[in-house]
């Protein structure tokens, strides 16, 4: 029997001690929030940049585009007053030229931020996306933290509240009413035989006093009636 005692006994060690070395589970939510606030904060600050450059990068898409506009006007133009006579016609071919190429040039390079300001778009969006994403998980977890330290204290409250009551009468609370209730109640049944005592003995005096009387009236006839035989007035 002390064998299986102590078995259990080491049993109950082993698991205390795998109790023990358990995390606490608000510690370990706590801290992940914590975590997920920095990486919120640091998405945030990415997507505020991100954002920025492809503002910067449009700017800059629709200067080269307003640019390549203005040099193939300008080609136009120049062709115009050698047209006129304004310019003589080889000068005005080469400027024309010159006009052209950069119109061109212009072109290519707003096609090509063109694609940079929709991929950085496109990656804003999802930034966009993935940080409402982290937030909403956020706040739902700080939800179910409030949840979850509030079940703890109503646990630990009642958790306490058992315990005492499991325990109640280890300090003999339960025994010590018992026998003064036992002990009032001998004490209102001796009140009550002393009642019952004190009724009795002024019950007997009452009838002895009755019985004596009635003996008095009895013999103070009785009296009367000698005296009258006896001619006694």
């Known amino acids: 029997m002390n064998i299986f005692k102590r078995i259990f006994r080491?049993?109950?060690?082993?698991?205390?001690?795998?109790?023990?070395?358990?995390?606490?589970?608000?510690?370990?939510?706590?801290?992940?929030?914590?975590?997920?606030?920095t990486d919120l904060a640091e998405a945030t600050e990415a997507y505020a940049k991100v954002k920025a450059l492809a503002i910067r990068t449009e700017n800059d898409h629709h200067s080269r585009q307003q640019e390549s506009r203005n040099y193939a006007e300008k080609a136009i133009l120049i062709m115009q007053k050698a047209q006129s006579g304004q310019v003589e016609l080889s000068k005005a071919e080469e400027l024309a030229r010159e006009a052209l190429s950069l119109h061109k040039k212009y072109y290519i390079e707003s096609e090509d931020i063109g694609q940079q300001v929709a991929a950085l778009q496109q990656s804003s969006r999802e930034m966009l996306r993935n940080t409402e994403i982290l937030k909403e998980?956020?706040?739902?977890?700080?939800?179910?933290?409030?949840?979850?330290?509030?079940?703890?204290?109503?646990?630990?409250?009642?958790?306490?509240?058992?315990?005492?009551?499991?325990?109640?009468?280890?300090?003999?609370?339960?025994?010590?009413?018992e026998r003064m209730k036992s002990k009032v109640e001998d004490?209102?049944?001796?009140?009550?035989?002393?009642?019952?005592?004190?009724?009795?003995?002024n019950s007997k005096k009452e009838e002895l006093n009755r019985i004596l009387k009635d003996d008095s009236l009895s013999i103070e006839k009785d009296l009367q009636a000698i005296k009258e035989k006896l001619g006694i007035s």
């Not at 009550?192 to 009795?200: L, T």
Request: glycine share 4%; aromatic share 2%; hydrophobic share 40%.
């Open 10 to 37: 080491i049993g109950q060690a082993e698991i205390h001690a795998a109790v023990d070395k358990m995390e606490d589970p608000i510690k370990m939510t706590e801290q992940g929030i914590r975590e997920l606030r």
């Open 137 to 177: 998980n956020m706040e739902k977890w700080e939800k179910e933290l409030r949840t979850l330290k509030a079940r703890v204290k109503v646990s630990k409250a009642t958790e306490q509240v058992n315990k005492q009551l499991a325990h109640v009468d280890n300090n003999g609370i339960i025994t010590m009413l």
């Open 187 to 201: 004490q209102e049944a001796l009140a009550k035989a002393y009642g019952e005592i004190h009724r009795d003995t």
